[in-house]
């Protein structure tokens, strides 16, 4: 290497270091349905869907579908008759169908601790929004039987059943069968959760059963709770997780919420 060819290289190193500013590249994660973690599952809810229920819808909620009817008894359970209260209560069910494997059918006495649990879910949810006087004393039971299952049945069958409900006491104001809408306020439902680390909203059924950890949020159009189910199926989860997961399910409802005062318009221009 001659004289000059060391100067050359000497002079290179001496030159300032130049640094090229990358943009920030955000990786768009994309689920088995196409979604983003943030987006919930396309939703229509089919108002009238049992000829004969005092009120009725068909909730497609993606792959899952669930029909919710409500039905009218003019009477009140033993321990509420003088109290001039009325009472909802539900019933859940899923048809045998309904998943891959063919599920065994319920019957009495035979009645599964998930079915229970879920049935009473759905019956605090609607009783939640109702004000009971103006009800009187008369109940309406809620029946929930999922066709399809593919991931929150439950939160579905809540959102539906709202609309089911409003459906029902619509009718029965038109009806004479009670002075005005008891109805105070909307509510439904919807599940949230942690796949490998990040925030799912609305997981389907392969989501639901990956999950670190997965959340079931009942709210109001107000924006209250009615009830927050959640667990670590495999891992902790932190405070800054779980405000994330709740602000994530608020949106998610106030979605659904839009899709149930859409049937309700469909429901009041049936008249």
């Given at each position: 290497?001659t004289i000059?060819?060391k100067?050359?290289i000497?002079?290179e190193?001496k030159?300032?270091?130049?640094?090229?500013?990358?943009?920030?590249?955000?990786?768009l994660?994309?689920?088995?349905?196409?979604?983003?973690p943030a987006?919930?599952?396309?939703?229509?809810?089919i108002p009238?869907f049992m000829?004969h229920?005092?009120?009725?819808?068909?909730?497609?909620?993606?792959n899952?579908?669930?029909?919710?009817?409500?039905?009218?008894?003019?009477?009140?359970p033993r321990?509420?008759?003088?109290?001039?209260?009325?009472?909802?209560?539900?019933?859940?069910?899923?048809?045998?169908?309904?998943?891959?494997d063919r599920?065994?059918r319920?019957?009495n006495?035979?009645?599964k601790?998930?079915?229970?649990?879920i049935?009473?879910l759905?019956g605090?949810?609607?009783?939640?929004?109702?004000?009971?006087?103006k009800?009187g004393?008369?109940?309406?039971i809620?029946?929930?039987?999922?066709l399809?299952?593919?991931?929150?049945?439950?939160?579905?069958?809540?959102?539906?059943s709202?609309?089911a409900?409003f459906?029902?006491?619509?009718?029965?104001k038109?009806?004479?069968?009670?002075?005005?809408?008891?109805i105070i306020?909307?509510?439904?439902?919807?599940s949230?959760?942690?796949?490998n680390?990040?925030?799912?909203?609305d997981l389907?059924y392969v989501?639901?059963?990956?999950?670190?950890?997965?959340?079931?949020?009942v709210?109001t159009g107000s924006?209250?709770f009615?009830?927050i189910?959640?667990?670590?199926?495999?891992?902790t989860?932190t405070?800054?997780?779980l405000?994330n997961?709740?602000?994530?399910?608020?949106?998610?409802?106030?979605?659904?919420i839009?899709?149930q005062?859409?049937?309700?318009?469909?429901i009041?221009?049936?008249?």
């Amino acid at each position: 290497m001659t004289i000059i060819e060391k100067q050359e290289i000497v002079h290179e190193l001496k030159r300032p270091i130049k640094f090229i500013r990358c943009k920030k590249i955000n990786i768009l994660i994309r689920r088995n349905d196409g979604r983003t973690p943030a987006q919930f599952r396309k939703t229509e809810i089919i108002p009238s869907f049992m000829h004969h229920a005092e009120g009725s819808v068909l909730i497609k909620s993606g792959n899952t579908h669930v029909i919710c009817s409500a039905s009218l008894e003019l009477n009140v359970p033993r321990w509420m008759k003088g109290s001039g209260k009325g009472w909802i209560t539900a019933e859940y069910s899923m048809l045998p169908r309904s998943s891959g494997d063919r599920i065994r059918r319920e019957r009495n006495g035979t009645i599964k601790g998930r079915t229970q649990e879920i049935q009473r879910l759905i019956g605090r949810s609607l009783r939640a929004i109702v004000d009971m006087d103006k009800l009187g004393e008369k109940t309406i039971i809620v029946d929930c039987d999922v066709l399809r299952a593919d991931g929150g049945t439950r939160t579905a069958a809540i959102t539906g059943s709202f609309v089911a409900l409003f459906q029902a006491l619509y009718n029965m104001k038109n009806d004479h069968v009670i002075g005005e809408l008891p109805i105070i306020d909307h509510v439904a439902a919807i599940s949230v959760g942690l796949v490998n680390g990040t925030e799912y909203l609305d997981l389907d059924y392969v989501e639901d059963s990956s999950a670190e950890v997965d959340l079931n949020v009942v709210m109001t159009g107000s924006g209250e709770f009615v009830e927050i189910q959640g667990t670590g199926e495999k891992n902790t989860f932190t405070k800054k997780q779980l405000d994330n997961l709740i602000k994530m399910s608020q949106q998610g409802i106030h979605n659904l919420i839009e899709v149930q005062k859409l049937a309700i318009k469909t429901i009041k221009n049936m008249d």
